[in-house]
C-alpha cells in the first residue's frame, strides 16, 4: 500500500504546483484518495482492476448520495488519469469500464422576494434604532453584508475573501475570486446599495485598511462565514420569518429572480462565476413554477365559460 500512498502524495503535489487547483479542491482530494486507498484489499497499482474499482464504488454507492458517490469517483478517475499520463501504469482500468448515475435533481432553494424585503428592512431597523455605536455599527456592515449578496449572487466564502481593493465604489464593481482562482467582475446596479457599502466603508476604514479584507469585525478581523450565518439567523428571526435562510439561498434567489425576469440565462452564468451552461440550467426548473403560476392565473381561458 506504501506504493499508491507514494503516488498518491506525487500527485496532490502535482495538483498543487502544475495544475494549481486551489486549496479546498486539493483538499476533497486528498480526503477521498485516502479513503480510496485504505478501502482497497490489493498492496500494488498495477493491482487494481474494474472489479477492484467496481467493488469499492459500489460500497460509495451504500454510504452516499449518488452527488456525493459521484464526486469521489471523479476524484479517483482523475488520480487514474495521472497515472497514464505519467506512465505508471499501461492500461487505465476506468477505460473499460461503463459508469453511470441517475442523480436526483433538487432543485435549488429561493426566499421569496417580499420576504427578501423584511429582511433587509429588519437590518435597517436595526441600524435607526440602534442604542449604541457599536451596535449602529454591526448593524451597518450586516446591511452592507446582506445587500452585497443579494445584488451579485456570490458565495459566502467569496465575499468573505473579498480584499480592500477588490470593490470599487466609485465605478461600483465588484472583482470576484471564484472557484480555481477564476475572476469575474460583478457592477452592483443598485445606488442604495452603493450608498450603504460606502456608508460601512467609511464606517469601518481604519479596519479595512489594517486587515486588508473588505468585511471585517469590530475587533478588525475578517468576517467569517460561520459570523455571516449567525448574523442570518439574528435577523430572521427579529422579522419573524419562519423560513430557514441560508447564505446560498441569497445567490438561488439572485439566479431564478433574473430568470424569472427574462435575463438570458448565459448572462446569469457568466454572473454566478458557473464554468459550464449545465449547472446554470438548473434554474430554469424553477422558473417551470413560475410559468405554472402564470398560466394558471393570467391564461385568458380561466375566464371561459363554455
Known amino acids: 500500500m506504501h506504493n499508491l500512498q507514494t503516488h498518491i502524495?506525487?500527485?496532490?503535489?502535482?495538483?498543487?504546483?502544475?495544475?494549481?487547483?486551489?486549496?479546498?479542491?486539493?483538499?476533497?482530494?486528498?480526503?477521498?484518495?485516502?479513503?480510496?486507498?485504505?478501502?482497497?484489499?490489493?498492496?500494488?497499482?498495477?493491482?487494481?482492476?474494474?472489479?477492484?474499482?467496481?467493488k469499492y464504488i459500489a460500497g460509495l454507492h451504500q454510504q452516499y448520495k449518488p452527488r456525493t458517490a459521484k464526486r469521489k469517483i471523479a476524484s479517483v478517475k482523475a488520480l487514474f488519469?495521472?497515472?497514464?499520463?505519467?506512465?505508471?501504469?499501461?492500461?487505465?482500468?476506468?477505460?473499460?469500464?461503463?459508469?453511470?448515475?441517475?442523480?436526483?435533481?433538487?432543485?435549488?432553494?429561493?426566499?421569496?422576494?417580499?420576504?427578501?424585503?423584511?429582511?433587509?428592512?429588519?437590518?435597517?431597523?436595526?441600524?435607526?434604532?440602534?442604542?449604541?455605536?457599536?451596535?449602529?455599527?454591526?448593524?451597518?456592515?450586516?446591511?452592507a453584508v446582506a445587500e452585497l449578496?443579494?445584488?451579485?449572487?456570490?458565495?459566502?466564502?467569496?465575499?468573505?475573501?473579498?480584499?480592500?481593493?477588490?470593490?470599487?465604489?466609485?465605478?461600483?464593481?465588484?472583482?470576484?475570486?471564484g472557484k480555481g482562482d477564476k475572476?469575474?467582475?460583478?457592477?452592483?446596479g443598485n445606488d442604495s446599495v452603493?450608498?450603504?457599502?460606502?456608508?460601512y466603508n467609511n464606517s469601518f476604514y481604519r479596519e479595512i485598511q489594517a486587515c486588508g479584507r473588505f468585511f471585517v469585525n469590530q475587533a478588525g478581523n475578517a468576517l467569517s462565514d460561520q459570523a455571516v450565518r449567525r448574523m442570518i439567523n439574528k435577523y430572521t428571526a427579529l422579522a419573524s420569518i419562519e423560513l430557514h435562510i441560508t447564505p446560498h439561498m441569497f445567490r438561488h434567489t439572485f439566479a431564478?429572480?433574473?430568470?424569472?425576469?427574462?435575463?438570458?440565462?448565459?448572462?446569469?452564468?457568466?454572473?454566478?462565476?458557473?464554468?459550464?451552461i449545465n449547472i446554470t440550467e438548473i434554474y430554469t426548473h424553477v422558473a417551470v413554477e413560475k410559468q405554472r403560476d402564470i398560466l394558471m392565473t393570467k391564461h385568458p381561458r380561466k375566464d371561459f365559460r363554455v
Do not use: W
Open 9 to 54: 502524495k506525487n500527485y496532490l503535489n502535482y495538483c498543487n504546483s502544475q495544475k494549481r487547483l486551489d486549496e479546498k479542491t486539493i483538499k476533497a482530494y486528498r480526503i477521498d484518495l485516502r479513503q480510496f486507498s485504505e478501502q482497497l484489499t490489493v498492496s500494488e497499482i498495477a493491482e487494481i482492476t474494474p472489479p477492484e474499482l467496481e
Open 81 to 143: 488519469h495521472y497515472f497514464e499520463y505519467k506512465e505508471i501504469i499501461d492500461r487505465n482500468p476506468f477505460n473499460r469500464m461503463q459508469i453511470r448515475f441517475r442523480e436526483p435533481m433538487i432543485l435549488p432553494k429561493t426566499i421569496p422576494l417580499r420576504t427578501v424585503e423584511r429582511f433587509l428592512a429588519a437590518i435597517y431597523q436595526q441600524c435607526q434604532k440602534a442604542d449604541t455605536e457599536y451596535q449602529k455599527r454591526n448593524a451597518l456592515r450586516d446591511a
Open 194 to 199: 452603493i450608498q450603504i457599502l460606502e456608508k
Open 256 to 276: 431564478t429572480s433574473l430568470l424569472e425576469a427574462d435575463v438570458d440565462i448565459r448572462f446569469i452564468q457568466e454572473m454566478l462565476g458557473h464554468s459550464s
Open 183 to 188: 475572476e469575474r467582475r460583478i457592477q452592483i
Open 149 to 177: 449578496l443579494f445584488a451579485t449572487g456570490m458565495r459566502i466564502s467569496e465575499l468573505c475573501s473579498l480584499k480592500t481593493n477588490d470593490i470599487n465604489l466609485y465605478d461600483g464593481t465588484v472583482l470576484i475570486y
